[in-house]
C-alpha cells in the first residue's frame, strides 16, 4: 500500500485550478446541522471557519495533543490549507460532539485496542450499525448508514468485508479480508492516519517475567522482583 505524498505546491496548484488561488479557510455548511435535542447549530449555506480541533487530554496515542495539532495547522498552511485551532470543552465534551457529528471540520482522535484482534478497529468505526442489520436478510444485502460518529463517512463494502471476517475463524482469510478493508479505507481517503505506536512500559532491571497485554491491562502472574 504506498503512503500518501506530501507535496504542498501540487496542493496549492490543485486548489488554485479549483478556484481557489489563495487556499481555503473556511466551508459551508452542506445541510442543517443539528445538536442531540434537535437544534440547529449550524445552518445549510453557512460559511464557517475551518477549524482543526485538537483534544483536551493527553492519551498515549497523542501525548502532547495541542503542540500536535499546532504541527498539523502549519502543514496544512504550506498546502494552502489554513485551520483554526480550536477546543471544544472537556474529554466528555469533545466525544459528544464528535459523536453527534458536530466537530465541524476536522478533529483529531485516536484509537486502543480493547483485545488486540482487528475486529475491534475496523468493525467498530466502520462496520455495519445496529440499524443497518435487517433481519431475515442476507448480510450481502445490507446498506451501511451514514454514521454521524464517523463523520457521516461510509462504505457497504467496506462494512460487508468486515462483517466476514467478524464470522471467519481462518486466521489466513480473515488477515486476506483486512487488507482488502484497508486498501478501500485508504483510497476512500476515510482518515489520515498519523501514526501507531507501541504503549512504552519502563520496569526496573530486577522486574522479570512480565508479558504485556493487548487491552491495556496488567498481569503479575509470574513477575519476579529480584534483590
Known sequence: MEDYAYD???SRQLLADAGFPDGISEVTVAED?????GNVVYTAGEKIPLRLYYMPVTR???PSPEEI??????????????????????????LGLRRDGQLMGL???????????????????FGFGADDR???????????????REGWY???????????????PDQAEREALYMQIEQLLHDDL????????????IFSTRVSGYVSQPVGADYYEGVVLEP
Open 8 to 10: 504542498p505546491d501540487l
Open 33 to 37: 446541522v443539528l445538536d442531540a435535542e
Open 60 to 62: 498515549f496515542y497523542y
Open 69 to 94: 495539532g499546532e504541527a498539523m495547522a502549519a502543514d496544512l498552511a504550506n498546502a494552502g490549507i489554513n485551520v483554526t485551532l480550536e477546543l471544544a470543552g472537556d474529554w466528555t465534551t469533545y
Open 107 to 125: 478533529y483529531m482522535l485516536g484509537w486502543g485496542g480493547d483485545n488486540g484482534d482487528p475486529d475491534n478497529f475496523h468493525n467498530y468505526f
Open 134 to 148: 435487517v433481519p431475515d436478510v442476507d448480510p450481502s444485502e445490507w446498506t451501511k448508514a451514514p454514521d454521524s
Open 154 to 168: 461510509t462504505n457497504t463494502e467496506v462494512a460487508y468485508l468486515a462483517y466476514q471476517a467478524s464470522v471467519n
Open 190 to 201: 476515510a482518515r489520515l492516519w498519523v501514526a501507531h505506536n507501541n504503549t512504552p512500559l
